[in-house]
Nanobody, 126 residues
């Protein structure tokens, strides 16, 4: 089982930027797709973005498309989420997750992932 640890969250003003990181233990990181999800207080966990094992395929939720960029560095076993143009509605706990498969399908479904980090808080003030 891979261990995932997120970092990089914090408090930022609307329009600002943050870069989240997700450090993975174990050598299997490079073999699987990865995703970012978020959960705001009182709301369901929602899909944000996903990336395939090699990094050459990505997908984004409509709410973040054009503002967020997912990337990975397999040599460092690290997943990233660059967030620009942040809005108050982006406020949430952000989680990274490892896919069960190396096939880039069903990436927006939480059930596709079998390992989750503890989350990092992102707060955007208006």
């Amino acid at each position: 089982q891979v261990q995932l640890v997120e970092s990089g969250g914090g408090l930022v003003q609307a329009g600002g930027s943050l870069r989240l990181s997700c450090a993975a233990s174990g050598r299997i990181f490079r073999d699987y797709g990865m995703g970012w999800f978020r959960q705001a207080p009182g709301k369901e966990r929602e899909y944000v973005a996903a990336i395939n094992w090699s990094g050459d395929s990505t997908n984004y939720a409509d709410s973040v498309k054009g503002r967020f960029t997912i990337s990975r560095d397999n040599a460092k076993s690290t997943l990233y989420l660059q967030m620009n143009g942040l809005k108050p509605e982006d406020t949430a706990v952000y989680y990274c997750a490892k896919s069960k498969t190396n096939v880039f399908v069903l990436f927006s479904l939480a059930g596709t992932y079998d390992s989750w980090g503890q989350g990092t808080q992102v707060t955007v003030s208006s």
